[in-house]
Each structure stands twice: as structure tokens, then as C-alpha cells.
């Protein structure tokens, strides 16, 4: 857990994700190019892979939850459930407690504990939140549905639950949307902002991978506007570095998952923090 000022923020884990090839993610990305960045950003067997997971940021007053991951699966490739719901339970939260779910983005790995479909109907998973999801991810994927959008976000509508977010919007004190569209088209982070200089930010799918801190032009193949998604990535890392925010990434494994870009003699480093 870290803990700043009056806020408490969780890792929430749901599933390891599955092995890929770097070629197939990252197809504009040679091997030499790989080269500097093999040693902590692939696994040992070349592969690379991400950890599903949402986090769990606590106010005074609050509980808003980041992200719900894959949801309960079992997932196609790993045969394995998702772990997000036990997880909160481990730290004395039941679904029951979440007064907003943020969603980063409407990817089937950032939903999939929105709606629990067991009974043949869609029932909130979190039945007291408030759901925020960008109005451009909302819009772009009604009009051009895939199943995790069917399932886990068209039906908050009709259960009002839904709240569409557009640009910068107050979710609680402090705390605050902020677009980064591109990898999605209305990819969006969350803020909090500590003090005047102080920032902490959740960057969704701002970036997949560890490499992509160094390589901000890298774009994985599940980024929908590239050119969006890297002036994105450009944009906000830097700010990030300058200003030393602190940084919640959505994939990194646990050990490396929230830290700061620092920089010595124009060289960057990504720093972890230990939670
Ligand atoms: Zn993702």
C-alpha cells in the first residue's frame, strides 16, 4: 500500500497476463532495436507479458476503483479466473463498498469485472458505484461494438450506473480525469493532484511496456491512432519526468509497477517504488 497525504492506493491484480512474441506486438520494433532493453523488459525466454490488474484508491470518504480487469474468465489462453473480486476481499473490501469503478479504457482487459452476467442478466459487479468511461471510447465503440463492449459497458446504461466523462472532469477532491487519447479514442489516465507540484497518475495503457519509458515512439499493435497514442506518450511522460510524478502503470509487473522516470546526465532511468 502506498499511502500519501490523505490517499491510500492498492495494487488490485487479477491475472498474469499471456506470453507474447515482442515481433507480433511490436512489429515496427526490430531485435537490435530490442537490445538495450532485453534484460528487464522481456522475460527470460524472449517473451513479454503483462499483468492484468486494477488498483484501489482509497480518499477519506472514497473508495474508487481503477480498472477491473480481465474479470472471472476463465481466460481463453491460461484456463485461469480472474482474482481482481478476491483481492479486494483480502483487504476487507467487498464490491459492495466501491462508490466509482474509473475505466481507463473499454479494452476487455480493463472491464471485465463490470457486470456479472451469472444469472443471464447483466447486474453491476459494483452496485453502488458510479461507472466513469470516456464519452469517445463510449461513442466510437457503440457504433462499433465487439463482445467486451456488449457485455461489460453497454448495459451500465441502462442500468444507470454510467457516467460519461469528456476531457478533464473533478471525480472526488484532488482527484481528476485526464485525456490520453490514441491508444484508444478516448483513452484516459487519472490524476491525483497532491499539491501545486505533486502528482500521482494511473496511465492505463499509456504505455504496455517497461521499454516504451525509453521509447516513447514504440507503439504496440492495440494502439488505435499510433500518432494519438505516441503524442500521448511523449506529452505526459515527459511532464512526468520534469515534474517527478509519481507514476501507476496498468501492465508492469508488481516489483516495478509504480515508480518515477528520473533523470541523471540526460540519461533516464524508470525508479520504482516498493509498496
Ligand atoms: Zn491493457
Redesign the pocket.
Known sequence: MLNIDEFKIYLINDLLGVKRDPDIVYPNVSDSDWENYKSFAQNEDGTIQ?T?RGYLLETLNEKILIDTGMGPGPYEHTKEGGQLINNLNNLSVSPEDINYVYIT?T?G??IGWNINWDSGKPVLTFPNAEYLISKFDFDFYSNNPNEDFLKQILPLKELGALRLIEGREKIVDKVFSLPANG?TPGHQCLVIEINESEKLIFT??LF?NEAQIFENYWCPI?DWNTTMSTISRVGLLKSAEENNWLICT??LSDSKAIGRIVSNNNKIAWEPIQI
Do not use: A
Open positions: 503483462s492484468w479504457h479494452h482487459d480493463h491508444h492505463g495503457d504496455h492495440f496498468g501492465h
